[in-house]
């Protein structure tokens, strides 16, 4: 290789020299691959660039890809792992991990968790109760009562299985309880909800069928890991919104 470089003027004739001093490699070593999901999409996206910079930060994603797989690894069989960081102040992202490895066929590597469509639990009920707080339903002082109660056939209970009694909604945030979230949901209704999480950027799926109904504040609803990051970075900044950045050179 190294005389049809030479031969070829790509390489010159004291540089071979010092390579063939050079031990030959005896083993394939591990090729890096960081942040392989994003990387993937980038290059489908706009495959003729020669260079395309992201705004992920490399020390970051490293340390954040192994700890997502650990952390799954710990957690049981066939599961996976999703992480998006993102700066508040410029919207860019700064880690994104899809996986807990691309080649983890076990765990589904290959498939972006972070765009996946998942219900996300209790992540969504700040929003709920914020959107209580702009229409004046309710301020984070308010009392709720933390109680057994059945709206209709549907009854929401707490993961701790207990009640608190009267809370007040700022309590019952911190506490991540379910019924005073609910509480404010059948005030604000399921469906302004939803459509009020699409005018932030979000694209919350629910099952078809009836009208959506109160579950959707407790998870019962799919929504991209990515749509929640954008959702936590309009409330980081004080209710505005923005678009989630990806790539560093555009603009």
Not at 35 to 39: E, R
């Given at each position: 290789?190294?005389?049809r470089l030479g031969?070829?003027?790509?390489?010159?004739?004291?540089d071979a020299a010092a390579a063939r001093l050079e031990d030959i490699p005896r083993a394939r070593r591990p090729f890096p691959i960081l942040?392989?999901?994003?990387?993937e999409r980038l290059i489908e996206g706009d495959a003729l660039a020669p260079v395309i910079r992201t705004t992920l930060d490399a020390r970051l994603q490293a340390a954040l890809e192994p700890l997502a797989r650990?952390?799954?690894?710990?957690?049981?069989?066939?599961?996976?792992?999703?992480?998006?960081v993102v700066d508040n102040a410029t919207g860019q992202v700064r880690a994104h991990v899809g996986s807990t490895g691309l080649f983890d066929r076990a765990r589904a590597g290959g498939v972006d968790m972070?765009?996946?469509?998942?219900?996300?639990?209790?992540?969504?009920?700040?929003?709920?109760?914020?959107l209580a707080f702009e229409d004046g339903i309710a301020q984070p002082e308010t009392l709720s009562e933390d109680r057994p109660v059945r709206f209709g056939a549907y009854a929401p209970e707490n993961f701790d299985q207990g009640h608190m009694g009267t809370i007040s909604v700022r309590q019952a945030l911190q506490a991540?309880?379910?019924?005073?979230?609910?509480?404010?949901?059948e005030v604000v209704r399921p469906a302004r909800f939803l459509a009020r999480l699409g005018e932030a950027g979000a694209h919350p799926v629910v099952p078809r069928g009836p009208a959506p109904g109160l579950a959707v504040a407790l998870g019962g609803l799919g929504i991209r890991l990515v749509d929640v990051a954008g959702l936590y970075l309009g409330l980081a900044r004080g209710g505005e919104t923005i678009d989630l950045v990806w790539r560093a050179d555009t603009g």
């Open positions: 290789v190294l005389a031969a070829l003027g790509r390489l010159k004739a004291e942040a392989a999901h994003v990387a650990e952390r799954a690894i710990a957690i049981g069989p066939r599961l996976s792992a999703a992480v998006v972070a765009r996946g469509l998942r219900s996300r639990g209790s992540a969504l009920k700040p929003f709920d109760s914020g991540s309880l379910n019924v005073p979230v609910v509480d404010l949901l």
